[in-house]
T-cell receptor
Framework: GAGVSQSPRYKVAKRGQDVALRCDPISGHVSLFWYQQALGQGPEFLTYFQNEAQLDKSGLPSDRFFAERPEGSVSTLKIQRTQQEDSAVYLC???????????FGSGTRLTVV | AQKVTQAQTEISVVEKEDVTLDCVYETRDTTYYLFWYKQPPSGELVFLIRRNSFDEQNEISGRYSWNFQKSTSSFNFTITASQVVDSAVYFCALLYNNNDMRFGAGTRLTVKP
């Protein structure tokens, strides 16, 4: 597609529920990033893929967070046993090359109640 | 430490005024990239500019201009003759290690008619 597509746009989860957030990057973009943006804050790095390889997951806040990109295109961010502090907008970005101008998706707003 | 500071939390101006958004960064790396992004109410991060650490030439794009000064570790952004459509949150970001991007907390700009 023309841009980075994320789904769902909004997600409400009950505390303890598992969620899966999807990112469709721009076709051909090798780099894919996940960020977490809390209300009123700047995005915080979660994890980075180059093709299907997860090269950096240092930003994942706990072992409840897991990301994958099995075929080097679509990526899924999974959060297990959601907690209220997980409520945030989750942004996905892709880039055709390292240190490029990333294109961000519109994000998924997760609310844990 | 790698850090981006946007000291201005909120700025309000009247249409046609010029406004400068400040960004100060910290990094130990000699090779790095600086970015500005715009985040309108829709939530998507819109790429505005990328500058590498070896290029201190200032840039102008229409009503936008950027002033990069390594001596003061600053990368300020000026909007000339502001318009209501410029209202958004603006983020400055630092990219180092080729994939780790740190964002500032953002500056919310409101342009009143």
């Amino acid at each position: 597609g023309a841009g980075v597509s994320q789904s769902p746009r909004y997600k409400v989860a009950k505390r303890g529920q598992d969620v899966a957030l999807r990112c469709d990057p721009i076709s051909g973009h090798v780099s894919l990033f996940w960020y977490q943006q809390a209300l009123g804050q700047g995005p915080e790095f979660l994890t980075y893929f180059q093709n299907e390889a997860q090269l950096d997951k240092s930003g994942l806040p706990s072992d409840r967070f897991f990301a994958e990109r099995p075929e080097g295109s679509v990526s899924t961010l999974k959060i297990q046993r959601t907690q209220q502090e997980d409520s945030a907008v989750y942004l996905c970005a892709s880039s055709p090359r390292i240190a490029g101008g990333y294109t961000f998706g519109s994000g998924t707003r997760l609310t844990v109640v | 430490a790698q850090k981006v500071t946007q000291a201005q939390t909120e700025i309000s101006v009247v249409e046609k005024e010029d406004v400068t958004l400040d960004c100060v960064y910290e990094t130990r790396d000699t090779t790095y990239y600086l970015f500005w992004y715009k985040q309108p109410p829709s939530g998507e991060l819109v790429f505005l500019i990328r500058r590498n650490s070896f290029d201190e030439q200032n840039e102008i794009s229409g009503r936008y201009s950027w002033n990069f000064q390594k001596s003061t570790s600053s990368f300020n952004f000026t909007i000339t003759a502001s318009q209501v459509v410029d209202s958004a949150v603006y983020f400055c970001a630092l990219l180092y290690n080729n994939n780790d991007m740190r964002f500032g907390a953002g500056t919310r700009l409101t342009v009143k008619p």
